[in-house]
């Protein structure tokens, strides 16, 4: 049998991650959360000592979620240097399912990540982690030159991350789901195969 306090922790959460990606974590309230779950505002102090506890489990659950998600969609069989692409894929692909269910504004999704830079750092860091296993995996597998894949895969990341970044700040006043992200998978794509294509052992 559950515990009910978990339970009612799932519940918050939940509703707090749809009321953060709508209004941002700066315009978010306890109050705004203890309303979607009929409860008051000190009624949550028993389960979350604020809504920064509150963010930042939802961001260790977004992170577990993706990694998940990766493992499942990840052709195994596939050579490295085709993973590397697709990951890029579906990171964007994830980014992009997980944030239109809540019709998130890009200037809500610019708060929060301004406000809270550390706890999106460690989404960023499990996915050049990924990056990374791929990269040595290529060096295993004799597909890749040597390299430092650790360094390289840091890079990759803050080349991907600025590319979206510059995306949202054009479409500041636009909902995520209009932005072209057909254009944006486009851009990333050639990255990562211009990248893959140097490593490649001739």
Known sequence: MKDPKEEKKILILEAARKIFAQYGFNKTTLDDIGGAVGMKKNSLYHY?????????????????????????????????AEKLVSLSKIALHYDRERLNVYNASVMARLDIMDTLEDYFMDFIKKHSTITGELLKEGI????????????????????????????????????????????????????????VRGLKVK
């Open 48 to 80: 979350f000592s604020g809504k920064e506890e509150i963010f930042s489990e939802l961001i260790k659950i977004e992170i577990e979620e993706f990694y998940k998600h990766v493992k499942k969609h990840l052709n195994k069989n596939a050579s490295s």
């Open 140 to 195: 295993e597998r004799g597909e890749f030159i040597e390299h430092d894949h650790i360094a390289l895969s840091a890079d990759i990341m803050e080349m991907i991350t600025s590319i979206k970044a510059r995306e949202y700040q054009r479409h500041r006043t636009k909902n995520l789901d209009e932005i072209n992200y057909t254009q944006l998978e486009k851009i990333i794509t050639n990255l990562m195969t211009v990248i």
